[in-house]
T-cell receptor, first 112, second 113 residues
Framework: DAGVTQSPTHLIKTRGQQVTLRCSPK?????VSWYQQALGQGPQFIFQ???????QRGNFPDRFSGHQFPNYSSELNVNALLLGDSALYLC???????????FGAGTRLSVL | AQSVAQPEDQVNVAEGNPLTVKCTYS??????LFWYVQYPNRGLQFLLK??????LVKGSYGFEAEFNKSQTSFHLKKPSALVSDSALYFC???????????FGGGTRLMVKP
């Protein structure tokens, strides 16, 4: 049984470009959350998707958007990239808000 | 707004000795508390959670955590540390109504032989 899978593992972009990160949840999970982890810091919540809708959003600008597909997989899109967007982007999946969120290995985004 | 504090950037302990990694939290309502561990170039791995019930929670790899409501703390403990326990540890809180996890800044645990 595969866990949470994310692609790509590494990505290099330049300022102003757009990027799409992908996440496949653990089998049986229907909720996907995205987090940004800057170097030396704890993860910060970006948003969560359930039933193909954004259910909750953290303190991130509208440049960060997402989507959840009928098979529960999800994409994170970031427009107009800034140097400060360089981070490890983590996807987590789960079932329900009381339950454990399982994390993928992340996508390392470098913005030059 | 909910928050988590991990007051120690790094904890050093000798192999075989007990370890404690500290965490305090602030949240409205009943807290849902979690500990995760992160190894280099890896995602976060779940260790244990407190939702309700006994204040001492047992988790993976011999780790346990003690919930203290009056001190709003949820310290991670292990009776005998292993060199392989060396990693970055994160405490997180979720309130009863929301879905987001709020993480502390992390504590690096170094276990020396």
């Amino acid at each position: 049984d595969a866990g949470v899978t994310q692609s790509p593992t590494h990505l290099i972009k330049t300022r102003g470009q757009q990027v799409t990160l992908r996440c496949s949840p653990k089998s049986g999970h229907d909720t996907v959350s995205w987090y940004q982890q800057a170097l030396g810091q704890g993860p910060q919540f970006i948003f969560q998707y359930y039933e193909e809708e954004e259910r909750q959003r953290g303190n991130f600008p509208d440049r960060f958007s997402g989507h959840q597909f009928p098979n529960y997989s999800s994409e994170l899109n970031v427009n107009a990239l800034l140097l400060g967007d360089s981070a490890l982007y983590l996807c987590a999946s789960g079932t329900g808000y009381k339950n454990i969120q399982y994390f993928g290995a992340g996508t390392r985004l470098s913005v030059l | 707004a909910q928050s988590v504090a991990q007051p120690e950037d790094q904890v050093n302990v000798a192999e075989g000795n007990p370890l404690t990694v500290k965490c305090t939290y602030s949240v409205s309502g009943n807290p849902y508390l979690f500990w995760y561990v992160q190894y280099p170039n890896r995602g976060l791995q779940f260790l244990l959670k407190y939702i309700t019930g006994d204040n001492l929670v047992k988790g993976s790899y011999g780790f346990e955590a003690e919930f203290n409501k009056s001190q709003t703390s949820f310290h991670l403990k292990k009776p005998s540390a292993l060199v392989s326990d060396s990693a970055l540890y994160f405490c997180a809180v979720r309130d009863g109504a929301g879905n987001m996890l709020t993480f502390g800044g992390g504590t690096r645990l170094m276990v020396k032989p």
